[in-house]
């Protein structure tokens, strides 16, 4: 009797049965870029994506909190002016960032705000620490991100996610958040986080590529996996709620690894180049960017993302409403 594996994709009540990967908006994180002037400003390898001014940031956070979306990401693209070695406006109480987060809080309480832990969009050398005599220093950095996270918390941000990469980055947030009475504030660590081609489009949004050198000291290389479950597992003992894998597609084997190695949540994060990718590519008409964004998120939580931070969230819970 040969085998018929088709009988169990034989129309759509059968494969809605059987399908082992669910993908809702609930699982769906969206970046959101704020700037300091009033209006939007167009990135332009990133279509569909905006600098936004405060009223415009609470808008676009609304209309995906209203589609199911669980929460945004927030990135601030800072006047040059602002930006310097030590990244010291990260901290300024009433900074860009800390504005953004209040203004959201206050309209949205439910939808979950996550704030970036990094030097970069702060920093004159385009580096996610600080740098000294071309060297980016650790020890310099993490007493810095410990303060943003503290500055970070106090403006209202639920959970805050250190993309810097420096050693030891997590105990000293989480110390640090703690001393300061924000026991409850969490930590998305960008644990497993490659030195990737992919950040292109978000280093334009953002003005924040490195000036000089690359980022390959900090962030992990992309030949490396065993690396990955190290990094695992320093950022578990350091008290990481979640754990980060990114890029996102081009690294599937890597979020399965890390989902072997952890009972923490995983999030991956599908990164400006790859949307950028889909969107140019649908653009020509070359591929279907909708059935691409949703095949491309259904396959990173099959490989086991419990959340996906995507550019492309809104895009993703508009249709799968429709479906
Ligand atoms: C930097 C940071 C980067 C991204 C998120 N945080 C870029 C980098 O490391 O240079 C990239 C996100 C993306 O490409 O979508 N702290």
Not at 54 to 82: C, H, M, T
Not at 289 to 310: K, V
Request: proline residues 6%.
């Amino acid at each position: 009797m040969p085998a018929r594996p088709r009988r169990n994709r034989a129309g759509p009540a059968v494969r809605a049965l059987l399908r082992e990967t669910t993908l809702s908006p609930d699982h769906l994180i969206l970046p959101l870029f704020v700037h300091a002037a009033a209006e939007a400003q167009p990135i332009s390898a990133m279509p569909g994506c905006f600098r936004l001014g405060l009223a415009g940031i609470v808008a676009a956070a609304r209309e995906a909190f209203a589609l199911g979306v669980a929460g945004v990401a927030l990135f601030p693209a800072l006047d040059s002016a602002l930006k310097t070695s030590d990244g010291a406006e990260s901290l300024n109480p009433d900074g860009l960032l800390q504005q953004t987060v209040r203004a959201l809080k206050a309209a949205l309480p439910d939808l979950l705000v996550i704030t970036d832990v990094a030097l970069d969009p702060y920093s004159c050398d385009g580096h996610d620490g600080v740098v000294v005599d071309g060297i980016i220093d650790n020890e310099r950095t993490l007493p810095i991100l410990a303060a943003m996270a503290v500055a970070q918390a106090q403006a209202g941000a639920d959970m805050v996610a250190p993309s810097d990469m420096m050693d030891g980055r997590v105990s000293a947030i989480r110390s640090a958040l703690d001393a300061a009475g924000f026991t409850g504030v969490g930590i998305c660590s960008y644990c497993v986080k490659y030195a990737s081609a992919f950040y292109g489009p978000f280093r334009t949004a953002l003005d924040s590529a490195p000036r000089f050198g690359d980022k390959k000291t900090y962030q992990m290389d992309p030949a490396n996996v065993r690396e990955a479950l190290r990094e695992v597992a320093l950022d578990e003992a350091e008290g990481a709620d979640w754990l980060m894998v990114k890029p996102g597609l081009p690294y599937l084997d890597v979020i399965r690894a890390v989902r072997a190695a952890t009972a923490l949540p995983i999030a991956a994060y599908h990164v400006s180049g790859e949307y950028a990718m889909l969107k140019a590519a649908g653009e020509r008409g070359w591929i279907d960017y909708n059935g691409c964004l949703l095949e491309s998120l259904l396959c990173l939580r099959r490989a086991g993302a419990d959340m996906i931070f995507t550019y492309g969230a809104v895009d993703a819970a508009r249709l799968l409403r429709k479906s």
